[in-house]
């Protein structure tokens, strides 16, 4: 037993490099940035691998700055869900909506000023770009070797930021497993299995959504961001 359980990483790991080089074999169109992460934290669970995709039009210019992306955490992705876009809002109002100080709200307002998507006026503050994700499509995969309905639990946490969430099972279980659909499709939740070296067979697509949560959309496209993966963006945007 305890041999067995020592090696359940060592084959998810697998299964995460099986996953990640099918994913990169999928073909792209004309024009279309791909970038795959691999363990991103959303601080609402560890998302295995994902996928996030942009068209030239990301936007959030500013936050491919490095200086600025280093500024940007969980806090500071709440209190953007806050602002709005063309108007001023109050910061006593932010701070009964959020739980922060005064003195946390500006510390995180002058970094936001300083990223160009925030102006501050007085007591208030207002966003100067809306908060749309920066990305066209975000795809969130949980993988496992054999506990289907942990992951299938774990994916659904992941519908919080990702447009599109999957398990992902070696093939012969996810085939197995398969006699489950219902349940994958009752939540919207992919179940696809890895075939080794890089192939991927589909038994559920996941269906495409809006993140329920914007302050952990916008966390997850600060995180996808700050990767190394994300060089591929610099040059991309026209700023």
Request: aromatic fraction near 8%; glycine fraction near 6%; include cysteine.
């Amino acid at each position: 037993m305890k041999r067995a359980f020592v090696g359940v990483p060592k084959q998810e790991a697998k299964l995460h490099r099986s996953l990640v080089a099918a994913l990169q074999r999928a073909p792209l169109k004309t024009g279309i940035k791909r970038i795959i992460c691999r363990e991103l934290d959303v601080w609402h669970g560890i998302a295995d691998v994902v996928v996030a995709t942009a068209n030239g039009s990301i936007g959030w210019a500013g936050l491919l700055i490095p200086a600025h992306l280093k500024h940007l955490n969980l806090t500071t992705t709440k209190l953007l869900a806050q602002l709005r876009f063309g108007s001023y809002k109050s910061l006593d109002e932010i701070a009964k909506s959020t739980g922060f100080s005064n003195r946390t709200l500006w510390e995180h307002l002058q970094t936001l000023e300083a990223a160009g998507l925030v102006r501050c006026k007085g007591s208030n503050a207002r966003l100067l770009r809306a908060t749309r994700s920066p990305f066209v499509d975000v795809a969130a995969y949980e993988v496992k070797v054999s506990d289907w309905r942990h992951a299938l639990y774990q994916a659904t946490h992941y519908r919080s930021f990702a447009n599109r969430c999957s398990v992902a099972l070696p093939d012969a279980k996810a085939k197995a497993v398969a006699i489950h659909r219902e349940t994958f499709k009752r939540f919207g939740i992919g179940l696809l299995g890895i075939k080794a070296p890089a192939t991927i067979n589909w038994y559920v697509k996941p269906v495409r959504r809006m993140p329920f949560s914007t302050s952990r959309m916008l966390l997850s496209s600060v995180e996808i961001l700050k990767r190394k993966e994300s060089r591929i963006l610099r040059g991309f945007e026209k700023y």
